[in-house]
């Protein structure tokens, strides 16, 4: 079983700075790759990053390339997601999951477990 929990969401202005964590406990030793997504009211839930847990190669939506970094500390079984410059457009609920097999790390149907999700909201 697989247990994922995001913290360090919350309230920010455009420009601010703002890093996302997503603890992976359980069976962290069969974890494939690990993926951040991100769904605000009235949309369908959006591909943000997504890297591959061992190797480390990284994924991101063109969307949010070169404002957002995804990173893993494999020993503490933790999740990154860094924004440098927020902007209003960035509000919604981020939510991190975790894949198990070898399947496409963009894609949120292939994704095994996930987490509750952590609001991040940003004024302009």
């Known amino acids: 079983q697989v247990q994922l929990v995001e913290s360090g969401g919350g309230l920010g202005k455009a420009g601010d700075s703002l890093r996302i964590s997503c603890v992976n406990s359980g069976r962290t030793f069969s974890t494939y790759g690990m993926g951040w997504f991100r769904q605000d009211p009235g949309n369908e839930r959006e591909f943000v990053a997504a890297v591959h847990w061992i190797v480390g190669i990284t994924y991101y939506a063109d969307s949010v390339k070169g404002r957002f970094t995804i990173s893993r500390d494999r020993a503490k079984n933790t999740l990154y997601l860094q924004n440098n410059s927020l902007n209003p457009e960035d509000t919604a609920v981020y939510s991190c999951?975790?894949?198990?097999?070898?399947?496409?790390?963009?894609?949120?149907?292939?994704?095994?477990?996930w987490g509750q999700g952590t609001q991040v909201t940003v004024s302009s």
């Open positions: 999951a975790a894949l198990l097999r070898a399947k496409s790390l963009v894609s949120a149907d292939m994704y095994d477990y």
